[in-house]
């Protein structure tokens, strides 16, 4: 199900996500935000125009977006999961003990280099869509953790998601990721 990321500020939206449902999901971004993400000004290099031509595009309401990031959620339900993303507090404890959304703490590098921003983190959030899928599994069963890691295994094999950094083995996206990895240890001091 597609959905604009900035709906899941809603509590009432959030309720129409099922919460009893493990499953897996896909970030997109508007070629504006895959810009700002990649030529980064804490990174460097610039890496939109080599990465971009690489990346799953989807057409949502006439608007092109670009998959930037794969992720599951198994031990909670689908809902759970995209409220924490896109909702998450960026706490000191939740920064420095490494609580923060993996998500989060990536975007929030890229744009400010400082993991503790989070309203410039929530503005780039708020400009991307997530398609997400519930799969009928118990949440936390072997056989929910079987399928969807087999499902995020395929699909970042078969897709670039430049802002993955476990699993992701895309030699196309090495030099972002070492720069990524970077800028990620060096925010986090704020």
């Known amino acids: 199900m597609l959905i604009y990321a900035k709906d899941c500020r809603y509590k009432l939206f959030l309720k129409t996500i099922p919460g009893d449902k493990p499953g897996w999901y896909k970030w997109y971004a508007p070629i504006e935000s895959v810009n700002v993400l990649l030529n980064s000004s804490h990174i460097e290099g610039k890496f939109f125009e080599d990465?971009?031509?690489l990346l799953s595009k989807i057409e949502?309401?006439?608007k092109a977006y670009y998959c930037?990031?794969?992720?599951?959620a198994v031990k909670e339900s689908i809902r759970a999961r995209l409220d924490w993303h896109v909702n998450q507090k960026h706490t000191r404890t939740a920064v420095e003990s490494g609580f923060l959304s993996t998500f989060r703490k990536t975007i929030a590098s890229l744009i400010t280099?400082?993991?503790?921003?989070?309203v410039a983190t929530n503005d780039l959030i708020d400009t991307l869509v997530v398609d997400y899928y519930s799969v009928d599994f118990i949440i936390k069963s072997?056989?929910?953790r079987k399928v969807i890691d087999g499902i995020e295994r395929y699909e970042m094999n078969n897709i670039v998601s430049p802002l993955n950094i476990q699993g992701n083995k895309r030699v196309e996206v090495m030099a972002f990721k070492k720069e990524l990895m970077r800028v990620r240890k060096n925010a986090k001091k704020g």
């Open 142 to 144: 072997d056989e929910a």
């Open 113 to 118: 280099g400082d993991q503790m921003d989070e």
């Open 51 to 53: 990465i971009l031509p």
């Open 68 to 72: 930037i990031y794969v992720g599951q």
């Open 60 to 62: 949502h309401e006439g």
